[in-house]
């Protein structure tokens, strides 16, 4: 390690989402690096590891967001982009042997669970969901064994269970199973599961780490050099390549998200508060409330509580349905973690689990003014 590295793994991590991933310093050199569009590259002689050749395996448009999202998450190798999240769930789920155990949470990002769920039907894998955040019961099914992989998701999506991450890990390493974690709710400023013992980390990229809901990309990190070697050739033979546009992107959206974070976390910690006090709302679920079962957990293995809550809406189906058509800033859409504020009644998706509420409504605060925020959201529940 030379100095400059060693320098470099003293930068915070709202530094490093600003410093990371920049040109070298020379004379006239680009401040950001520039976009390169070429689907192939010049090459002689046999074409060996670190050789670029071919666009489906490299792009320099990638490399800086991937140094970048490793630095953050404290892992060792770069890591690997992708065309969507779904793209990277794929390529983490092929490291499930044939015919292997896959445990996941019940409550997970949907897009996974289908997935996970098709292939149990066509046998490629078993499938068995747990409460995450009901330790004991997950240690259980890990103790059974033959289990080829726990996936973690804490907070979950959409209820916000928090699982005890490094008690989980240990007990899944014990019992011989890799454990992938996604940390897309709670971004590396927040949690760090490499250093809580997961194998690899899972990104959504679309959502927090690019913050402006115009990219589709998903990413994943490992430290593991022959992990990392497996995810490779799955995203180079499967061809679930991100395009340098949209990488360009991501690391643009990347410089902000310290500040977007410190915002939105700020701005749904006040919400999840006021929300608790309307008549209208019969349950608040948000770690960073002293009330939430999961906050002990929380606060004691993550550095915030994130930028998403969830309400129960009195009256049932029909009513939280009425407060998303009664909101004039919130936007009613599906995704999460943008600039702007998203909300949504989550049982309105068909693949949504039976014990998602009916009248739950999952809300990603976003950075505007918190009291205009409160405003709408107080007039549509009013209006019951």
């Not at 071919?54 to 992708?82: H, K, T, V």
């Not at 410089?255 to 006021?274: D, F, G, H, P, V």
Request: hydrophobic share 45%; aromatic share 4%; charged share 20%.
């Amino acid at each position: 390690m030379n100095a400059a590295e060693d320098s470099r793994l003293l930068l915070a991590p709202d530094t490093v989402v600003v410093s990371a991933g920049r040109p070298a310093r020379e004379h006239d050199a680009p401040v950001n690096p520039p976009i390169v569009l070429s689907s192939t590259y010049v090459g002689t002689g046999t074409v060996v590891d670190g050789d670029r050749a071919y666009g489906r395996y490299s792009n320099p448009s990638w490399d800086p967001f991937e140094q970048a999202l490793a630095q953050l998450e404290g892992a060792e190798l770069p890591a690997l982009l992708y065309a969507s999240g779904l793209a990277a769930v794929s390529s983490a789920l092929s490291l499930v042997p044939a015919g292997g155990t896959l445990v996941m949470p019940r409550h997970s990002y949907q897009g996974a669970l289908v997935m996970a769920s098709e292939l149990a039907q066509r046998g490629a894998l078993i499938l068995k969901t747990v409460d995450i955040a009901d330790t004991e019961a997950v240690e259980a099914v890990l103790a059974e064994g033959q289990v080829s992989m726990l996936w973690l998701e804490s907070p979950t999506n959409p209820m916000l269970e928090i699982a005890d991450v490094p008690r989980l890990a240990g007990a899944a390493r014990a019992a011989g199973a890799l454990v992938v974690a996604d940390n897309t709710f709670s971004t590396p400023l927040v949690q760090r599961p490499l250093e809580a013992g997961a194998d690899v980390v899972l990104h959504s990229v679309t959502k927090y780490l690019a913050g402006h809901s115009d990219v589709v990309l998903g990413a994943l990190v490992t430290s593991n050099a022959e992990l990392r070697a497996e995810l490779l050739h799955h995203r180079s033979i499967h061809g679930g390549i991100a395009g340098p546009f949209e990488a360009w992107l991501a690391l643009r959206g990347l410089r902000t998200l310290a500040l977007r974070i410190e915002r939105s976390q700020a701005s749904a910690a006040e919400l999840a508060l006021r929300l608790q006090q309307h008549p209208q709302v019969d349950g608040v679920r948000y770690p960073g409330l002293a009330t939430d079962p999961g906050h002990d957990r929380a606060k004691a293995q993550m550095d915030g509580f994130g930028s998403i809550l969830g309400i129960e809406v009195a009256g049932g189906q029909v009513a939280a349905e009425k407060v998303v058509e009664a909101l004039q800033l919130w936007v009613p859409a599906t995704s999460l973690g943008g600039v702007e504020s998203l909300i949504e009644r989550r049982r309105r998706h068909a693949n949504e689990p039976a014990s998602v509420p009916a009248n739950f409504l999952r809300l990603s605060v976003g950075i505007e003014n918190v009291e205009d925020l409160w405003a709408d959201l107080r007039q549509a529940l009013d209006a019951l």
